[in-house]
């Protein structure tokens, strides 16, 4: 594993109690940051926290819930000095079906998981950022919010708006020491796969030129890097993981 620099950094990072939130934090406790976990369920956080180890601090958070976020927020800051980092993980699939018969309240729920969850985060971290001209946003996004996966409209059409709210807030941050960036993986195979059909995994990798899917350590390798001091340049930008599917 490359050592990056990120000595005396704190990160956020949502869903970090599981999955690409978990590898990204071990990877970024590995590089020198202290660790604050945000997820929505208090006894996965204490089991990610007990694995990792020192330096990490755990906060149960509703990203759907504004308040719920405000509240992760205050208690962070009473814990750690400052955010450096936020890296927004959380999210969900929704289910595999045709768009006539997406149900209403389950694309509801995927949107606000997704977008408005990221949404409001960015929203109460953003100032912490400003006020100090410095920071270091990355959003998990997905091939699927470029491509568009069929049976997977409201999963799609999220990660899509996620691409975008990435470079508006890049734009209207680019005049600050804050940078945001997103990355866009192809299928990665973690406890997320759980919520898909056999089909649609099947779909997944028959798009994917490699062959095979991605794991969780090669997303954190590249998110790593987007979070620290050095990703300087880089605003408002995607970057692919994706096996070769996504070549544009």
Not at 11 to 27: C, H, K, P, S, W
Not at 59 to 64: E, N
Not at 169 to 180: N, P, Q, S, Y
């Amino acid at each position: 594993m490359n050592q990056l620099d990120l000595a005396g950094r704190h990160a956020v990072i949502t869903g970090g109690a599981a999955g690409l939130g978990f590898a990204i934090a071990r990877r970024l406790l590995a590089s020198g940051a202290s660790v604050t976990l945000w997820d929505l369920d208090g006894q996965p956080l204490v089991r990610a926290a007990g694995e990792l180890g020192a330096g990490v601090h755990t906060v149960a958070v509703d990203v759907c819930d504004h308040a719920s976020v405000v509240r992760a927020v205050q208690q962070t800051v009473a814990h750690a000095p400052a955010i450096d980092v936020l890296v927004n993980c959380a999210g969900i699939t929704g289910p595999n079906v045709k768009v006539w018969d997406y149900p209403p309240e389950q694309w509801q729920q995927v949107i606000q998981v997704n977008l408005t969850g990221l949404f409001h985060c960015c929203r109460e971290v953003v100032p912490l950022m400003r006020e100090r001209n410095y920071g270091r946003i990355v959003n998990i996004a997905s091939v699927a919010g470029k491509d568009g996966n069929p049976n997977a409209s409201a999963y799609s059409a999220s990660k899509a708006a996620v691409i975008a709210l990435t470079k508006s807030l890049g734009k209207e941050l680019a005049d600050t020491g804050v940078r945001v960036n997103c990355v866009t993986p192809a299928a990665v195979k973690t406890a997320i796969f759980e919520q898909m059909t056999p089909g649609h995994i099947a779909f997944m990798l028959s798009k994917i030129p490699m062959g095979r899917f991605g794991t969780p350590e090669e997303v954190a390798a590249m998110v790593g890097w987007l979070c620290t001091e050095e990703c300087s340049f880089s605003t408002g930008a995607v970057f692919d993981l994706s096996g070769g599917r996504s070549t544009y």
